[in-house]
């Protein structure tokens, strides 16, 4: 049942780029030009007259909401706000019925997320949720649904239901930029045609995994940890340190890469490794300039890069790890 894997959370890794395939099928139309949601209640007036939109979720599917935040405020030019699920109701957000509210969740059964849903119903906002169980309450109680299909996530640690999450929020996104024209169409087809290389690219880094395992050997002998990045960088970092603490137990703090030197930079001493994500481009250099600082504490710098930034990276920092992309012409 684990089909080969030590265990569920791997085999589940293993399984994204089949859980983005999937979960874009049908989604997107032949011409590789248009996103397709058949499944949305939400018409073209609703989605004109939309004002703000709020993200609801807990954990992972928060983190999954913070990327979502982005990709909808640069593509629909909509503001957006994220929220902790169990935060939201208490601080009396501003909903209204030309609020979207976005609820994420993998189970679709999340208590605090269901109290959101819920809560935002109440004062007559359009509730869309994104979830990967079908028949879930969440999924139930929803004006609408974007199903991700990454299949049954039965590892705790949830991995491929929050990529596929990031999935259906660009889905989310393009099609709702196409309806308030707010993306050109050249825009939008180079987006879903970065989109459906993605699987083949993910298989491709997958491949690397034993790379990523010495990383691992060498970071597992520390007890606390660092993850700096700036903008969507910052937001993934904040996946990846719950996802440290929550399977190897090592402490790990995600911050945004500009923000240490206002006091936590203290604690950045000899050795402790620091995990440097710098792959949005307009602010490499920032981010760079941050890696000097905590390198100057004597940190040990892991960075995170594109293939063509490595060599220049690896004057600041001691070890740097590719991610593989191409960028679609
Ligand atoms: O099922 P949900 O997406 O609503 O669950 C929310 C969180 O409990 C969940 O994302 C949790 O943070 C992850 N399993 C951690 O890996």
Known sequence: ????????????????????????????????????????????????????????????????????????????????????????????????????????????????????????????????????????????????????????????????????????????GLYLAEVRGTQTPEQIAHIIAAMQALPEQVEKMLSQADAIKDFAEQISKHEDLFFIGRGLDYAVAQEGSLKLKEISYIHSEAYPAGELKHGTLALIEDEIPVIALATQESVLEKTVSNIKEVKARGAEVMAITFEEHVAGLLKSVDQAFAIITHIVP
């Open 1 to 172: 049942e684990k089909g080969g894997f030590e265990h569920f959370m791997l085999k589940e890794i293993h399984e994204q780029p089949k859980a983005y395939r999937d979960t874009m099928r049908g989604r997107i139309d032949a011409s590789g030009k248009h996103v397709v949601l058949p499944e949305l209640k939400l018409n073209s007036e609703q989605i004109k007259n939309i004002r703000n939109v709020q993200i609801v979720a807990c954990g992972t599917a928060y983190h999954a909401g913070l990327v979502g935040r982005s990709v909808i405020e640069q593509l629909v030019k909509i503001p957006v706000e994220t929220d902790v699920a169990s935060e939201y109701r208490y601080r009396s957000p501003i909903i209204t019925p030309e609020t979207l509210v976005i609820v994420v969740s993998q189970s679709g059964e999340t208590t605090d997320t269901l109290a959101a849903l819920r809560e935002a119903q109440s004062h007559g906002a359009h509730v869309l949720a994104i979830t990967n169980v079908v028949g879930s309450s969440i999924a139930r109680d929803a004006d609408d649904v974007i199903t991700t299909l990454a299949g049954p996530e039965i590892a705790v640690a949830s991995t491929k239901a929050y990529t596929s999450q990031l999935i259906a929020f660009y889905l989310l």
